[in-house]
């Protein structure tokens, strides 16, 4: 048995949860108290009714989640929403989250495991929430690998598939509109998630390789590698709620 405090501690002070700003519908941290224990963990990338019933299920003490419970932002306690905070209270079922610390972090964020998964080498903190690093592959080797590793059709304008990918930016989730900051710096390739139309003809424009493989799809690595965290550190059985929402 570990302690909800132990696992709150370690999480926050991993992620620096109070050092890295975020929007304030975020909420980063302990979003919900349980009685103080946890026997299970459960982890997932959105706080939707459907992840909380499975978690629920799968007989979980605890829900990491990347994207929490209040990005509903302030409401009154009625219906859906009344129906989500009491699926947790009722269950003993606490909920914490990280959406940029868990994005940014350079070990065991999302833009971390998805650039190791991809196999990019000398991989570098760029922009704010941004990676970069090498392939050593041409474009087209590196959108199929995209695809690969992130279980999706990747989407998005690739002018020059033959040449050299060389050093490449990634960036996960909702990152599509660093696409103007990228090209001032000189890259011709960057990948992220959610497929956005009008950066998608601003890359074409461009000519820039632009890769699209999903908001959620690009952010289940985050999560997943918290759960190894908990599990070496506190042996505790994880189990990863899988609600991809095919964007």
Known sequence: MTTLDEIVNLLDSTLRVA??????????????????????VALAVDGSQR??????????DLLVLHHGLYWCGLRPLTGWWKRKVETCLRANLAVYAAHLPLDVHPELGNNA????ALGLQDVQPELEYCLSGVFPGTVAELRARYAEVTGCEVTGPMPTPHAPAGRVVICSGGGGPEVYAVQKLGYTTFLTGEENHWVSYTAEDM??????????ATETFGVKALG??????FGLPVVFIDNPTGM
């Open 19 to 40: 050092e890295v700003k975020d929007a304030p519908v975020a909420l980063n941290g302990l979003q919900v108290e349980n009685d103080g224990t946890v026997r299970k």
């Open 51 to 60: 992840t909380l019933d499975a978690a629920v299920a799968a007989d979980a």
């Open 113 to 116: 495991r998805l650039a190791q």
């Open 207 to 216: 000519g820039m390789n632009l890769f699209f493989a999903g908001h959620y």
């Open 228 to 233: 190894e965290l908990l599990s070496e550190r």
